[in-house]
């Protein structure tokens, strides 16, 4: 390697890419449909240096997905049925239940102290997290992938790079002591 690539050992550094990826259904045209109206959206995405950093973060993504399809009935956010009701009364209403329920899967998984376990191990040793939901609204998937980098310094270039600004060199006084090269103030 001759002491040229920067990065942990000789495979360099380990970054996670971690992502949250909403597709559903459309309806009409829509640019980017594709499979007879299908659109995957980004709802997130990130570099993590830790497999621990990336599964916190997937998990607080998925309290957000799930807070999105499904939030607390009475968030002041949400407008009233009538004046004289609760924030979201009668607005959100319960599904049938064979119907999957995609935020109570994602919140069962970030609950889920085993599962945790699991994802943890399989981001140490390198292999890729995918976690998913649907329901008749669209899948929402989480992924970490482990990915390797390396960086190579340019042919040439210095081991030490020093603030390229030197202000006493431009004005010709030092910037310490206020004196000129010839010592003079």
């Known amino acids: 390697m001759g002491g040229d690539e920067v990065g942990a050992g000789a ?3 380990r970054v996670y890419v971690v992502t949250v990826v909403a597709e559903g259904p459309v309806s009409g045209p829509v640019a980017g449909a594709v ?3 299908v659109v995957r959206f980004v709802l997130g995405a990130r570099r993590m240096y830790t497999p621990e950093g990336a599964l916190s973060w997937l998990r607080e993504q998925a309290h957000r997905v799930a807070d999105g399809l499904d939030p607390d009935p009475y968030a002041p956010w949400l407008p009233a049925a ?3 009701s609760a924030p979201g ?10 119907v ?3 935020p109570t899967a994602l919140r069962n998984w970030c609950d889920d102290h085993r599962q945790q376990g699991a994802a943890l191990r399989r981001l140490v040793a390198g292999e890729r997290l995918v976690v998913g939901a649907a329901d ?5 998937t989480l992924t970490a992938e482990p990915t390797t980098v390396v960086a190579r310094r340019r042919c040439g270039a210095p081991r030490h790079r020093w603030w390229p600004f ?3 060199r431009r004005s010709g006084r030092h910037a310490r002591t206020g004196t000129t090269e010839g010592g003079e103030r």
């Open 11 to 13: 495979g360099g550094a």
């Open 35 to 37: 499979d007879g109206g």
């Open 82 to 84: 009538r004046p004289d």
């Open 89 to 98: 009364a009668g607005v959100l209403v319960a599904v049938a239940p064979y």
């Open 100 to 102: 999957p329920d995609v």
């Open 136 to 140: 008749h609204s669209g899948r929402y």
């Open 166 to 168: 030197r202000p006493w």
